[in-house]
């Protein structure tokens, strides 16, 4: 029951297998029209602010709208499949909220009936908002509950991650904004079964041959990644056929360096446009060998200053690079059978060819190793894709950012292909684009922000990553002769992330203290707000002792 706005009518229902609204006058008590329609009774109503207005919802999910005035059903919003709990208009009278036991709460557009989102709350806490169309937004473990059936196959949607994770999108949609140009999860095409075959699950040695029997569903074959205890150690790009006709399926061998004791193998396939990926393969090897005493660190850090386009230069890059050296071999100290950093900050060593090939050049480390990855640069996005700002580059444009500088597809494949399974990515960016607002606009009408972009990798190579991606203009200020997000981080490293006294500190305090930290700095010296991307995956483990 309802009043109406004025508060001389109420709107109820009746009615058993068949719902029926009634609107009443107070000063009668006669009912003055009634509503018939529902095809189950009601379990809920709401009344729009001007009363002109009023939604239903009943037993089995149905949502009607109806004009009061007029006396008539307006549209019939479909899509739950349980009894609607509760119901309430936007205040622009824009929109329609519906709450269903089916577990799913649904945003509606009035003026086209269809549903804009819906939101998803699990019992252990996560979440998902996801458009018709697939693209979505979730916590970190949102994605793993909600499931796509293809024929008989069913699949996650955390599957479609690297092309439907795409909070901007969800912010579209939600601003009022169409998707009808983008493609939708209809539209993927499912990649090929993935199974391991033919491996022994106990070896005397310190690697193992693993064998992939992939079979075509359809979709082709992109790339094949495998995960040794939750961290990409191979990722293969490289196109295969596969034999569709006959159904037979291929195999491929990929030669795998293990950890001492149980190692924990999974690997996965994507469609031909890496639009999709297989469900996980999961295989577990017992590696039986002597292993060294303690794993060793070894570090990749770059500082850029200089750039062919004058334009692009930075002040504090290099001299981050040289403090985060510094800080983290102080910090490993002890801690590691070696401790090697490699540093990159002239003109002629910061090219993307040159980084790329560095980054090759650690294949020979072991899966106990501690790989770190930080540069210091500009970082931008275009046309849907992260790219890293080397040296090299002179001109923005999209064809040029494709040939001179590191995309995001390039880091995520050397990144990955590094052996250790403890990879920590720090990326310290300032964006080579617009500054303030104008760039968030850039971001919705070009593609995903940095952020999503960053998640994206975190989530591909199993591995942590740290970013603060920066306006031009804050990046330029600086704190203390340094970048503000290096010198949190330094600081964290010198002893400051030990928040549990243990006398290390890990990836995770790391993590936390920058999450915590630069938020706080940044609006006490810039005034404004920011905040570092946060992303944590693979393993957590001590990186230094405090001092």
């Known amino acids: 029951m309802a009043f109406t706005a004025d508060g001389k009518q109420i709107v109820t229902s009746r009615g058993g297998n068949q719902g029926i609204l009634g609107l009443w006058d107070l000063a009668s008590g006669k009912e003055i029209k009634s509503f018939p329609g529902h095809p189950s009774f009601i379990t809920s109503l709401a009344l729009s602010g001007d009363g002109k207005f009023v939604v239903s919802g009943d037993w089995i999910g149905t949502v009607k709208l109806w004009n009061l005035r007029q006396g008539g059903e307006i549209k019939t919003l479909k899509g739950h499949t349980d009894e609607i709990k509760s119901l309430a208009f936007s205040g622009d009278r824009k929109h ?89 999860l209809a539209d993927v095409k499912e990649p090929p079964s993935v199974k391991i075959v033919d491996t022994p699950s106990q070896v005397g040695t310190d690697d193992i041959t693993i064998r992939l029997q992939l079979t075509e569903k359809g979709g082709g074959l992109g790339d094949i990644r495998l995960y040794l205890n939750g961290t990409a150690v191979v990722m293969d790009s490289r196109a295969v056929k596969l034999v569709s006709k006959d159904g037979k399926a291929i195999l491929k061998n990929y030669t795998l360096k293990l950890a001492q004791g149980r190692n924990v193998i999974r690997a996965v396939a994507f469609n031909g446009d890496n639009s999709m990926q297989s469900n996980d393969a999961v295989y577990e090897v017992t590696a039986a060998f002597a292993s060294a005493a303690k794993p060793s660190l070894t570090a990749l850090v770059i500082g850029i200053n200089e750039f062919k386009n004058p334009k692009l230069k930075l002040n504090y890059p290099v001299a ?228």
């Open 96 to 184: 329609i909220l519906s709450a269903s036991k089916d577990g799913t709460t649904r945003l509606w557009n009035i003026s086209t009936g269809k549903e804009t989102v819906q939101f998803v709350r699990f019992k252990d806490g996560e979440w998902i908002v996801i458009t018709p169309e697939g693209y979505y937004n979730a916590s970190a473990g949102g994605d793993k509950h909600l499931n796509v059936r293809i024929g008989d196959n069913v699949y996650g949607i955390e599957n479609y991650r690297e092309s439907f994770f795409r909070p901007d999108l969800v912010k579209i949609a939600l601003s009022g904004g169409s998707l009808q140009d983008f493609r939708t």
């Open 320 to 547: 981050d690079a040289e403090l985060f050296a510094q800080t983290l071999r102080q910090a490993a100290e002890g801690l590691f059978e070696k401790v090697q950093i490699k540093k990159l900050v002239t003109r002629e060593a910061t090219t993307s060819e040159a980084i790329i090939q560095e980054i090759q050049s650690f294949k020979a480390l072991r899966p106990d190793d501690l790989f770190v990855f930080y540069i210091a640069s500009h970082g931008t996005v275009d046309e849907g894709e992260y790219f890293l700002i080397t040296s090299n580059v002179g001109s923005l444009r999209t064809e040029k950012l494709k040939t001179d500088a590191i995309s995001q597809h390039t880091l995520k494949e050397a990144l990955a292909n590094i052996p250790a399974t403890k990879k920590l990515i720090i990326i310290d960016t300032c964006n080579a684009g617009a500054l303030g607002e104008a760039i968030q606009v850039a971001m919705l009408t070009r593609g995903m922000s940095e952020d999503t972009a960053l998640k994206i990798l975190s989530r591909a190579v199993g591995s942590t990553i740290l970013s603060a991606s920066t306006s031009l203009q804050e990046a330029l200020e600086g704190y203390q002769g340094h970048g503000l997000f290096t010198y949190v981080l330094t600081e964290g490293l010198k002893g400051k992330a030990d928040k549990g006294r243990t006398g290390y500190i890990r990836t995770t305090e790391l993590a936390d203290y920058v999450d915590n930290e630069v938020p706080i700095l940044a609006e006490k010296v810039f005034k404004r707000a920011q905040y570092p991307t946060i992303s944590i995956s693979g393993q957590a483990f001590p990186i230094g002792k405090v001092r």
